[in-house]
């Protein structure tokens, strides 16, 4: 598994983001972010082939999780994006096809991508 996330940038508060993470296979996936000087945590999650999906409190109603089984991505779609969505944001994969919402869950992980947004 060679997962690699792709997609960040620098926008301003309230824009939008559409992050991809390639090598998805037949894993359940996960998005996870780490801030300057915080703890990795949680964002979403997405089981395979996809019927679930689950989110952190914070992005529920704003970021949508989803995974294209065709093309071997996931992605996560961030919208309303706020200052405090900054972070760096990594991609993992499950050997359990089931969703996760602890890094323990996961068997992979990606380089991350930088999401910046300004306010």
């Known amino acids: 598994v060679q997962l690699q996330a792709s997609g960040g940038g620098l926008v301003q508060a309230g824009s939008s983001l559409r992050l991809a993470c390639a090598d998805s296979?037949?894993?359940?996936m996960g998005w996870f972010r780490q801030a300057p000087g915080k703890e990795r945590e949680f964002v979403a999650s997405?089981?395979?082939?996809?019927?679930?999906?689950i989110y952190a409190t914070s992005v529920k109603g704003r970021f949508t999780i989803s995974r294209d089984n065709v093309k071997n991505t996931m992605y996560l779609q961030m919208n309303s994006l706020e200052p405090e969505d900054t972070a760096v944001y990594y991609c993992?994969?499950?050997?359990?096809?089931?969703?996760?919402?602890?890094?323990?869950?996961?068997?992979?992980w990606g380089p991350g991508t930088q999401v910046t947004v300004s306010s």
């Open positions: 993992a994969a499950s050997n359990f096809q089931t969703v996760g919402n602890t890094a323990s869950h996961y068997n992979f």
């Open positions: 296979g037949r894993y359940g």
């Open positions: 997405i089981s395979f082939p996809g019927r679930k999906t």
